[in-house]
């Protein structure tokens, strides 16, 4: 089983920034796109940005200009930089892929984290 583990949330104040990791647990051959959800408490989990493995990103309308997702391909990492945090942005952070594949050649075709958490609060 692979996992995908997401690090580098924590509590900042508004306006500051964060950088969250993910990286998978086992050796990855490929995997197609790599992308960040969030659920904030009492809220639907909703989309955040996505990268494929092509470099093409895609951004949910409160993330353009703030956030910025990318990837490191070679060590099967994405990132996702927050800043100019807002107390709204408070959720955990869930990273998933899609269409996975290990080195062993085992195919998965969604992954998720367990999430790190985000809170923005002075």
């Known amino acids: 089983q692979v996992d995908l583990v997401e690090s580098g949330g924590g509590l900042v104040p508004p306006g500051g920034s964060l950088r969250l990791s993910c990286v998978a647990s086992?050796?990855?051959?490929?995997?197609?796109?790599l992308g960040w959800y969030r659920q904030a408490p009492g809220k639907r989990r909703e989309h955040v940005a996505g990268i494929t493995d092509g470099g093409s990103t895609v951004y949910a309308d409160f993330a353009k200009g703030r956030f910025t997702v990318s990837r490191n391909n070679a060590e099967t990492t994405v990132y996702l930089q927050l800043n100019d945090l807002k107390p709204e942005d408070t959720a955990v952070y869930y990273c998933?892929?899609?269409?996975?594949?290990?080195?062993?050649?085992?195919?998965?075709?969604?992954?998720w984290g367990e999430g790190t958490r985000v809170t923005v609060s002075s």
């Open positions: 086992q050796r990855i051959s490929s995997i197609e796109s």
């Open positions: 998933t892929g899609v269409r996975v594949r290990t080195v062993d050649g085992y195919d998965y075709p969604e992954l």
